[in-house]
């Protein structure tokens, strides 16, 4: 059987891969438990290195997340969600239902994903929007790390997100899914 194809940017085919051909790529030794990539509508897209303003701020928002989160809810640092059979993602930070193992996570699943960009703010604003919303992640925030702004997404469809609102760094962010989480990228 003939290997799925994908278009680079600049026109040529390249072999798509799938999530399954990924995990036994990993299974096998072929690619490390350690590389940092996500794969993107079957290609292998690598995660660059995160600096301390990126972690800093990841940090802050997840204990604040913790001490909010109600029990039956779990919340992920850089879990493998798997949006279709050729894409996966590892947001910053995820909230999903308690019942779900991690490999179970769909997009619907998602109650809350974070995307901390010191470095990829076009990316995670355009390419991973429009895929989150494609894949009913239910809310999506992009953290501009060197700002200290927050883009918050709501009301997913196929078409994209119904509101994107710009935040400030003194404003509070709060999520529809823990309504006793509050929070101020000032404060990070």
Known sequence: MPSALTKAAEGYPRRAFTVEEIIAMQDAGIISQEENFELIEGEIVPMGPKYSAHERIKSKIAMALVRACPSDLILGFETSIFLSSNTF??????????????????????????????????????????????????????????????????????????????KGSDETLSCAAVPEFKFRLAEA
Do not use: C
């Open 89 to 166: 993602v590892e947001p910053d930070i995820s909230l999903y239902p308690e019942r779900l193992r991690s490999q179970e996570v769909r997009g619907p699943d998602v109650l809350l994903a974070i995307e901390v960009a010191a470095s990829s703010l076009a990316y995670d604003l355009d390419l991973k929007a429009k895929l989150y919303a494609r894949h009913g992640v239910r809310e999506y925030w992009v953290v501009d790390a060197n700002e200290r702004t927050a883009f918050i997404h709501m009301g997913p469809s196929e078409a994209g997100w119904a509101s994107v609102t710009r």
